[in-house]
């Protein structure tokens, strides 16, 4: 059996522990749902960006709800798995090192996608918003996302020693990607200091691929015209490289700090 097919076998067993796991169910696949429509649900008035409050705001959602699904669940999933010796035991299988761990990234990223196939669905039927203009790049746009942060999941179950440990040292390294980034609100409201720094966080290309992607707009620059589909491609390029960079530093740090052993005992 080939590693992929190995990934995706196991992808399918965590698919379904996290299905039947009601905590799991909902820290992982309907809280990020919830939070999205009750940010809908607020009938936010006015425009930001060139485009309603209410537009901007549900496209940053798409990656904002990586957050979930990917980063805080798994997180927690490798680290409880370490301690319950769980890896040990399917390493001692037929099941390489890179299908273990890219079968739950696999499985959540899956997660994943089905959230933002909801999101996608609401915001044309019920927002008017049409469907994405660029499918292949908001695509393109989430599973980088996904990449990035499945692999900065590992390096930190590495340096936690419980599940609920691991979700809680997250929680920092959100506040900076998300605080920093222009899910909510556009960076040309910063300081042009501050606005050099947060553009090249990981979490701010993640938001500008996926709503230029969605919307058709210049969103990575900050005119916001129009775009073209080579237009389109041709602006993510920057953001596209950042994201790249951040994917290669995210699996270093994972190659450095995730452990096979318990932590404990």
Known sequence: MTELAQAARLARVDLTLIFRNRTALVNA????????????????????AGIPASRYLMTGMMAFILIFATFMNLAGFYTARREELVLKRLLGGPASKAA?????????TVVYLGQVVILC??????????????????LLGALLGAAFFS???????????????????TLPVVLLLVGGSPVMLPQ???PQALRGVTEFLPMTPIVEIMRTAYLGLDYIGTGHEPLG?????GAALPSLGVLAAWIVVAALLARRFFRWDPRRG
């Open 29 to 48: 696949v309907l809280l990020p749902l919830l939070i999205a429509g009750a940010l809908a649900s607020n009938n936010i008035g006015g425009g930001t």
């Open 100 to 108: 273990v761990l890219g079968g739950s990234a696999l499985g959540a």
């Open 121 to 138: 669905v609401f915001m044309a039927a019920v927002m008017g918003t049409g469907a994405p203009a660029d499918i292949p790049l908001l």
């Open 151 to 169: 692999l900065l999941a590992m390096a930190v179950s590495g340096l936690s020693s419980t599940g609920e440990m691991a979700q809680i040292a």
């Open 188 to 190: 040309e409201i910063l």
């Open 229 to 233: 589909l080579l237009e389109r491609w």
